[in-house]
Nanobody, 125 residues
Framework: VQLQASGGGLVQAGGSLRLSCAAS????????MGWFRHAPGRSREFVSA????????IDGASVKGRFTISRDNARSTVYLQMSSLKPEDTAVYYC???????????????????WGTGTLVTVSS
């Protein structure tokens, strides 16, 4: 299984970025997908998640109203559209896959089965 995240980069505060995570080696439609982030000196943080069908999403409090998660099951890809970026959004962003048999708690990292490579997002002030 591979989850390859991309789309990170350097952006000014107030700007936007779109992250992508391409999955391979798994039946994508069986998995809920999530984004987490990890900034230096801080613990890993839940960002957003989407259920296997794309019908339900949940966002972390710090990104609600600014970030939007979506997925394309035909392309086995999940996206994170980030807008109104703030310096505190600076982190390495990781995508993860959770088998839908684990239930409907998408916010707990321990419930995810696979993790991808990270992509660095840096927001300058």
């Amino acid at each position: 299984v591979q989850l390859q995240a991309s789309g990170g980069g350097l952006v000014q505060a107030g700007g936007s970025l779109r992250l992508s995570c391409a999955a391979s080696g798994l039946t994508f439609g069986r998995y809920h997908m999530g984004w987490f982030r990890h900034a230096p000196g801080r613990s890993r943080e839940f960002v957003s998640a989407i259920d296997w069908s794309g019908g339900r999403t949940i966002d972390g409090a710090s990104v609600k109203g600014r970030f939007t998660i979506s997925r394309d099951n035909a392309r086995s890809t999940v996206y994170l559209q980030m807008s109104s970026l703030k310096p505190e959004d600076t982190a390495v962003y990781y995508c993860a896959a959770q088998d839908r048999s684990r239930g409907n708690d998408y916010t707990r990292a321990l419930l995810y089965d696979y993790w991808g490579t990270g992509t660095l997002v840096t927001v300058s002030s």
